[in-house]
């Protein structure tokens, strides 16, 4: 699965993990999040995201 990172404060969303704080279960894919999750660090949305390239 792929790892996405916040821009703004850089954040990354690992699937992996998931956002258990923010309801979001491990496992779950970025593009399956919906679509007014934000970030559990600075609280922007999905938008603000981008493909972390490993």
């Not at 916040?6 to 279960?25: K, L, Q, S, T, W």
């Not at 894919?29 to 949305?45: A, L, M, Q, R, T």
Request: aromatic share 12%; with cysteine.
């Amino acid at each position: 699965m792929k790892k996405y990172v916040c821009e703004p404060c850089g954040y990354i969303y690992d699937p992996v993990e998931g956002d258990p704080d923010g309801g979001i279960a491990p496992g779950t894919s970025f593009e399956d999040i919906p679509e007014d999750w934000v970030c559990p660090i600075c609280g922007v949305g999905k938008e603000d995201f981008v493909l972390l390239e490993e």
